[in-house]
């Protein structure tokens, strides 16, 4: 068990409709990062927030969002949903502090979204 | 950009053999982190070992170790005593250190078959 929980795991909705998927972060952590995993794609960075704020973006597309809370849990936004969003969606935690635990980052169980 | 490479797409092992998954990465950086995580049938994201560049000696985490050849790009993983859990898909992964953001490359996995 990584420390990092994702809910829900999984999720079937049609296309054109909106899903949220949540995560809390490891126990002090507090850097979020959302991946996802698709077959065509593998393993693809969408975005980091670092205590509230975002910090890094990587390929998310405009239809997707995120954001991180006070309590540090975060939230992906996914809307008008395509059969391509199919995928699984991670999560994954760490402190991001200087060091050596630092820069590794744990993940999630994952969220497997299937648009149908 | 960073960019991960992963040539072999398949393997196989018989159980209590060893066997090497290679990897090659291409950076401009100087100070970065290099990670093995291994992603099992269950499609969890597990961190199998993790190098610091700035490093020389090779990281060991039991019946894992790697070979980092910093000069070449190169950082292989070996797995001795190959057990039937080690079945899995086996991700290599890049980040850069500082800025606080570790985002992770990676590669597009080397699937992993330990036969009994």
């Known amino acids: 068990d990584s420390g990092v929980t994702q809910t829900p795991k999984h999720l079937i909705t049609a296309t054109g409709q909106r899903v949220t998927l949540r995560c809390s972060p490891r126990?002090?952590?507090?850097?979020v990062y959302w991946y996802q995993q698709s077959l065509d794609q593998g393993l693809q960075f969408l975005i980091q927030?670092?205590?509230?704020?975002?910090?890094a973006k990587g390929n998310i597309l405009e239809r997707f969002s995120a954001q991180q809370f006070p309590d540090l849990h975060s939230e992906l936004n996914l809307s008008s949903l395509e059969l391509g969003d199919s995928a699984l969606y991670f999560c994954?935690?760490?402190?991001?502090?200087?060091?050596?635990?630092?820069?590794?980052?744990?993940f999630g169980e994952g969220s497997w979204l299937t648009v149908v | 950009a960073q960019t991960v490479t992963q040539s072999q797409p398949e393997m196989s092992v018989q159980e209590a053999e060893t066997v090497t998954l290679s990897c090659t990465y291409d950076?401009?950086?100087?100070?970065?982190?290099l990670f093995w995580y291994k992603q099992p049938p269950s499609r969890q994201m597990i961190l199998v070992i993790r190098?610091?560049?700035?490093?020389?000696q090779n990281a060991t985490e039991n019946r894992f170790s790697v070979n980092f050849q910093k000069a070449a790009k190169s950082f292989s993983l070996k797995i001795s005593d190959s057990q039937l859990g080690d079945t899995a898909m086996y991700f290599c992964?890049?980040?850069?250190?500082?800025?606080?953001?570790?985002?992770?490359?990676f590669g597009k996995g080397t699937k992993l078959s330990v036969i009994p």
């Open positions: 994954a935690s760490s402190d991001s502090r200087d060091g050596p635990s630092g820069n590794t980052i744990y």
């Open positions: 992964a890049f980040s850069v250190a500082g800025a606080g953001s570790y985002q992770l490359t």
């Open positions: 950076t401009s950086e100087n100070n970065y982190y």
């Open positions: 190098q610091e560049a700035y490093k020389q």
């Open positions: 126990s002090g952590d507090l850097s």
């Open positions: 927030y670092y205590n509230g704020e975002e910090r």
